[in-house]
């Protein structure tokens, strides 16, 4: 069975909404349980840039609710940066490399059991067979207590030179991640565990939170992870929209969001894709997004591409598919596409009604993308043939639609927003434990 077909298996069982169907109400059921301290532990540890490899970049820079917890840019620039969002630039004492090469995803519902595929290439997944659970690119030096795909995906970003990591030799976890040292005793993880352990406050909230460690057992890099993903799930649920509140029976959705709701789960197909209460398959899909930026080739490679789910599987009919997002929150979480291609949603549902006249007529202007002379922004996009190969894997037909229709369909899309998730349920602290300064 190939990876494709598994995987929407696999999201046909987990959500079992046709297109044509209304999903049902999202409820507490659905989410993964919590524990209290664990999320107050985490909410510290999501805004403390002590993770960080240079200790300057925290989950929040790239996650903010400023930006939809997203960073408002097509393609982030992580270590090497300054500032916030599309203000963030190129740091002239510390230059980054490259930009990273896909768009910082929303955090919205992450913490739903549902959510067992994450990264736009679903390269981690929940897999029963794996001694941890888990289905990651480091398979073989995955360490035991990750509490799920969420807990794992989360620690990733530590582990990257362009996200967190920093530079290759610039400190004591790049080093380690050059070396291949990710894992055990003096591997990077242990490195970034052993910083928390050493401050006192942080010390005293796990063992507040965790009997294991009262009892005397080492903070562990996987306590950290488990305490981030208590914390998204906690923080950034967004199921009260007007949406949720027509699904309710509360208060019915009225003129163009219901008309857009119409079309979306009727003549306009969306929901073959965006199905559940999640509005997710979980599946992936080639929609002929533009590619542009470095791309996700290995660094010694010469190409510029981003071939999606294929570097994951192999499997040819993976070419340039991407896993579906969740649309929760969607009207806040701009840019969009895997490679932040559209800052309109408007534009955006235009381009994906007839995605291969809009790859043909795609404006380079288009994309949100601070200045930096780093590598060619458009060498996959000039490659001789990568529009062309883009183009013939589009999965789906034209859906013409009227003026009219796609602004009815902006309007539903808009009634997705729970605003009062926007903000997170907690907040920004006022200060972390490290005393390092918090992105604002």
Known sequence: MTGRRWAVLFAMAAVPAQAGDLPPPITDDMYAPVNPAMVEVGHLLFWDPILSGNQNIA?????????????????????GGTGLGPDRRPDPA??????????????????ATEFTTLFHDGRIQADPAQPNGLRTPLDQEMVQGFSGVLSAQTMFP????DEMAGHYGENEVSKAVRSGRLTGPGGAWDLIAARVRAIPAYQAAFEAALPEVAAGRPVAFTDISNAIAEFITWEWRADDSPFDRHLRGDAPLTGPALRGMELFYGEAECSTCHAGPFLTDHAFHAMGVPQFGPGKAERFERHSRDEGRF???????DLYAFLTPSLRNVAKTAPYGHSGSHRDLTGFVLYHIDPARGLAAYDRNEPLLQTFEGKAVWAAFDEEGEADRISGSIETPPHPLSEDDVAAIVAFLESLTDEASLDGRIGIPDSVPSGLPIDR
């Open 311 to 317: 570097r994951v599987t192999g499997h040819p009919e």
């Open 94 to 111: 510390n230059m980054p490399e490259q930009r990273v090469p896909r768009n910082a995803p929303a955090l919205f519902n992450l913490g």
């Open 59 to 79: 989950c929040a820079t790239c996650h903010h609710p400023r930006f939809g917890t997203s960073d408002g840019v097509s393609l982030s620039l992580g270590e």
């Open 158 to 161: 530590v582990l990257s030179q």
